[in-house]
């Protein structure tokens, strides 16, 4: 016999479990399926995670909203003031401080291990959340008027709608021919944890320079000692290389790539060399189904924008389906869906284009590009107002459209 709800939510990663959370506190009645088991979510990661992000104030309020941010232990999260970008290949640079721009701090880091924990804690405390875990979706039928799941652990499940947070390697998107504007950036990033000898200043730094884009995100210091999360991405046959350098070869490399700005005394954690790839679904909705997250889009993660245009996916999304449920519509019809579309699309191609035109403006090393590069980011250091502009934009507080 079929299990009725009013959503089904396949995919429990950051921001499939964020909108579960929120889309309950609504009353709305939410199965959340993911095909991993999600039992290692349930306590603190004891070693700090490869994998971070940066979160931005729009998405930590969604979080605070969600009971999330609350939980989180507070020496697990670092907070930025500054970010500091340069041209390797120049003397030009840009520094931004949240002084200057009137905010408390530009945003925070957390590893994504405590903030998946921490969404699980919150899913499991609500009432209106039935979770699938270690299943997935063996068939599926969509209509204007219902939609009907056969989970592969034999459970059939009945809904207003679909979400489709499932990625994005999104079957969901593929199975139901969501056409896609899609290209290789032809880098791979590598991520690890490093100790470094320096204090981070609780500065985000990043160089763009022969050696590719590397960023040093801070990480809470532990007995005095000093830890940054990287990110270097850098192309295939390079990101192969790096990989199985020796950790003391692998930090020499690290140290002349920052500048010589840091000493690096080790790495704390595995490498991963992560493929990137930008994505973008035409459509995000059919009758039935909304795609969010990964699963409609991904950018390159130079900017550290990935997740929190996914929370910004989750805030719009939960905005369109609570008034229409008050409204008494129904949630799976594509008049009600392509509110959440209208709302979101536009903001998201314009940060995709925008991560787009930057790596390919650093990508270059011809001499005569580099000296304008160089010039434009010397008089754009200079312009605060439109640094406050920017800033702004990458908090979540302003949008494009
Ligand atoms: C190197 C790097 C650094 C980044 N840094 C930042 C940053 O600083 N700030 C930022 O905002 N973003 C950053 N991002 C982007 C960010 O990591 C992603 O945008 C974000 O994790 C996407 O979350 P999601 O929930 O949409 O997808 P995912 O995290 O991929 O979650 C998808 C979930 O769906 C489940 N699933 C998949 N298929 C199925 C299926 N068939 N059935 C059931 N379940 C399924 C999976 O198990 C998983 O739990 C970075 C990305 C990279 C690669």
């Known amino acids: 016999m079929a299990k009725s709800y009013d959503l089904i939510i396949v995919g429990a990663g950051m921001v499939g479990a964020l909108s579960a959370i929120l889309l309950a506190k609504s009353s709305l009645r939410i199965a959340l399926v993911d095909k991993h088991d999600g039992e290692y979510r349930l306590s603190t990661p004891p070693a700090y995670d490869a994998r971070v992000s940066a979160i931005s104030s729009q998405s930590k309020a969604l979080l605070e909203k969600a009971s999330v941010w609350q939980g989180i232990a507070k020496d697990r999260i670092a907070s930025y ?44 405390r609500s009432k209106n959340i039935d979770l699938y875990l270690g299943d997935s979706l063996e068939s599926h039928e969509l209509s ?43 880098h791979h990033a ?18 763009f320079g022969e050696e590719g884009i590397l960023a040093f995100l801070p990480l809470p210091s532990v007995d005095q000692k000093h830890f940054v999360s990287i990110v270097w991405s850098v192309p295939p046959k390079e990101a192969e290389s790096l990989m199985v350098l020796d950790e003391k070869a692998f930090c020499r ?93 536009l903001d998201n191609i314009a940060m995709a284009a925008g991560m787009e035109s930057f790596k390919r403006l650093f990508s270059t090393q011809q001499p005569f590009i580099v000296q304008l590069r160089n010039i434009g980011m010397k008089q754009f250091n200079k312009g605060e107002s439109l640094k406050k502009k920017l800033v702004a934009r990458a908090a979540g507080l302003s949008s494009f459209s």
């Not at 340069?86 to 590893?111: C, K, R, S």
């Not at 590598?190 to 160089?207: D, G, K, L, R």
């Not at 010589?260 to 493929?275: E, N």
């Open 81 to 124: 003031d500054n970010m500091v970008v340069w041209d390797g290949l120049g003397e030009g640079y840009i520094d931004f401080n949240a002084q200057a721009t009137a905010m408390p701090e530009l945003g925070h880091l957390v590893e994504n291990a405590v903030l998946n924990q921490q969404l699980m804690v919150q899913v499991r």
């Open 144 to 186: 204007e008027s219902g939609v009907r799941v056969e989970l592969m652990s034999g459970h059939v499940l009945e809904a207003q709608t679909i979400i489709a947070a499932d990625g994005a390697m999104s079957k969901l998107r593929s199975e139901n021919a969501f056409d896609t504007v899609e290209w290789d950036y032809g």
């Open 190 to 207: 590598i991520v690890t944890t490093i100790e470094i000898a320096q204090s981070h200043e609780n500065t985000a730094w990043q160089s």
């Open 253 to 345: 490399r690290l140290h002349y790539a920052m500048n010589k700005r840091f000493d690096v005394l080790g790495i704390t954690q595995v490498r991963q060399a992560i493929p990137l790839r930008q994505r973008h679904a035409k459509q995000y909705v059919k009758a039935g189904l909304a795609l969010i997250g990964d699963a409609a889009h991904t950018i390159h993660p130079l900017a550290g924008q990935g997740a929190n245009l996914g929370f910004g996916d989750v805030k719009a999304l939960v905005e369109v389906l609570e008034k229409a449920h008050r409204r008494g519509e129904y949630l799976g019809t594509s008049k009600v869906l392509r509110r959440y579309q209208r709302a979101r699309m």
